[in-house]
């Protein structure tokens, strides 16, 4: 199974259950900035533990599932690690919690095409996903930030963003990003 | 300062321009090899080795690389 074999697996089971979900992460940023590698996708699902391990247990056998549940640092929300069998890619699927921010982007999703699996799904606005990338703030994440900006330009919601910086104590970083897009755009 | 500096920002400059242009169905690789090849259109040297730097980028995301060197 290849990644886009495997993330489409993932989506069309989360959507033939009903369960609300946003794609993030390096995938949903290809959709407002510009595509790049990654060995992983992310979602984030609207359900309780339980209702995911079901949900789970429906995938092909070519998933393998990690055991236990893992907390995700910045946010402490549980996630679920999924393998594809013969590749080193990795699927991370997180249960949507109390976070504000999460909680957001969730009444604020977009559907849009995915150019990876070459199908609509849903994912965060532009804004939303700038906020998670500055809040995690990998080097990657960064670059991914900017990208978003750049491509987008005038059509951005700068105020929102600073909103959500503000009381995530990353406007400094919002102010690296936004000085490291080359004059003129 | 990397001497490359303002060669990697012209191209980065070009490659958002085009994103910002892309039809809708347009995939986004495909304007990026766009702007390469107009990016550095008196350059074969130059056109080849951006090339070969965005087929490893998109391996993990696309799959195995095409054959296109």
Redesign the interface.
């Known amino acids: 199974m290849t990644p886009k074999e495997g993330v489409l697996a993932l989506l069309e089971t989360i959507e033939a259950a009903g369960v609300g979900y946003v794609i993030v992460g390096a995938i949903a940023s290809g959709a407002w900035g510009m595509p790049r590698s990654t060995k992983d996708a992310d979602f984030v699902v609207a359900c309780a533990g339980p209702e995911l391990d079901a949900l789970l247990r429906k995938l092909p056998p070519s998933f393998s599932i990690d055991p236990q549940a893992r907390m995700e640092l910045f946010t402490g929300t549980l996630r679920w690690i999924l393998h594809l069998e013969g590749t080193p890619f990795e699927i991370e699927v997180f249960l949507l919690g109390t976070d504000p921010h999460h909680v957001e982007i969730f009444a604020r999703k977009r559907r849009e095409r995915i150019e990876m699996i070459d199908r609509e799904a849903w994912v965060p606005t532009a804004e939303d996903l700038v906020i998670q990338k500055l809040r995690w703030a990998r080097r990657k994440d960064l670059d991914d930030a900017q990208n978003i900006l750049a491509v987008q330009g005038g059509a951005i919601d700068y105020a929102y963003i600073e909103t959500w910086c503000a009381r995530h104590g990353t406007l400094d970083r919002l102010a690296e990003v936004r000085a490291g897009i080359p004059p003129g755009l | 300062m990397n001497p490359y500096q303002p060669l990697i920002?012209q191209l980065?400059?070009e490659?958002?321009?085009r994103?910002?242009q892309r039809t809708p169905?347009e995939?986004?690789?495909d304007v990026?090899e766009l702007s390469e090849m107009h990016f550095a259109k008196n350059d074969p040297e130059l056109r080849r080795r951006l090339v070969i730097v965005r087929t490893?980028?998109?391996?993990?995301?696309?799959?195995p690389p095409q054959p296109r060197l």
Do not use: I, N, P
Request: charged share 40%; hydrophobic share 30%; net charge positive.
């Open positions: 920002d980065y400059r490659k958002v321009l994103a910002r169905g995939r986004m690789s990026l490893m980028e998109e391996r993990g995301c696309y799959g």
